[in-house]
T-cell receptor, first 115, second 115 residues
Framework: NAGVMQNPRHLVRRRGQEARLRCSPMKGHSHVYWYRQLPEEGLKFMVYLQKENIIDESGMPKERFSAEFPKEGPSILRIQQVVRGDSAAYFC?????????????FGAGTRLSVL | AQSVTQLGSHVSVSEGALVLLRCNYSSSVPPYLFWYVQYPNQGLQLLLKYTSAATLVKGINGFEAEFKKSETSFHLTKPSAHMSDAAEYFCAVSESGGGADGLTFGKGTHLIIQP
């Protein structure tokens, strides 16, 4: 059973470009979470999605950031018009559809560098 | 609102010595508590989880943690450190168990093992 898959592992963008980060949850998992890790910081929750629904986006910046988890295909975190402050590691986690009490399993992350 | 405080951004111990990583939390409801480990350039791996079944929780790789409600603490210990334990350790809290909301993480403790 493959784990949570994130790609690309490393992404370099120039200021003003768009960044698209992909996350394929573990097989059978229908809950996806995105976190951002800044240097020397812990992970900060961004958004929680279930298939085709955003459940909690309280940690998402109000502008330029969006996330989706379509019925088919991976979850996508999109950052438009990137700025240097967006440079960070972005982690995706997934959990089974039962909800409460379940463990979140993390991917290896995408490291975004904005030049 | 929930929060996590990890005392000591860096902890250094000798190989074979006791490992103690401190975590204090605040939560408005009985919490679910987690310890994750992150090796360089990798995602987070769950070490152990507290779900109120027992105050002393045993995890993988010889780690364990004790939940102390009166002290709002969930410190991580290992009797004898091994070189392979060198990594970043994160304490996290959830009010729903981790499967239905985002986790709140501490800033992490970098564990250094001296030969």
């Amino acid at each position: 059973n493959a784990g949570v898959m994130q790609n690309p592992r490393h992404l370099v963008r120039r200021r003003g470009q768009e960044a698209r980060l992909r996350c394929s949850p573990m097989k059978g998992h229908s809950h996806v979470y995105w976190y951002r890790q800044l240097p020397e910081e812990g992970l900060k929750f961004m958004v929680y999605l279930q298939k085709e629904n955003i459940i909690d986006e309280s940690g998402m910046p109000k502008e330029r950031f969006s996330a989706e988890f379509p019925k088919e295909g991976p979850s996508i975190l999109r950052i438009q018009q990137v700025v240097r402050g967006d440079s960070a590691a972005y982690f995706c986690a997934s959990s089974p559809p039962r909800g409460n009490g379940d463990i979140q399993y993390f991917g290896a992350g995408t490291r975004l560098s904005v030049l | 609102a929930q929060s996590v405080t990890q005392l000591g951004s860096h902890v250094s111990v000798s190989e074979g010595a006791l490992v103690l990583l401190r975590c204090n939390y605040s939560s408005s409801v009985p919490p679910y508590l987690f310890w994750y480990v992150q090796y360089p350039n990798q995602g987070l791996q769950l070490l152990l989880k507290y779900t109120s079944a027992a105050t002393l929780v045993k995890g993988i790789n010889g780690f364990e943690a004790e939940f102390k409600k009166s002290e709002t603490s969930f410190h991580l210990t290992k009797p004898s450190a091994h070189m392979s334990d060198a990594a970043e350790y994160f304490c996290a809290v959830s009010e729903s168990g981790g499967g239905a909301d985002g986790l709140t993480f501490g800033k992490g403790t970098h564990l250094i093992i001296q030969p």
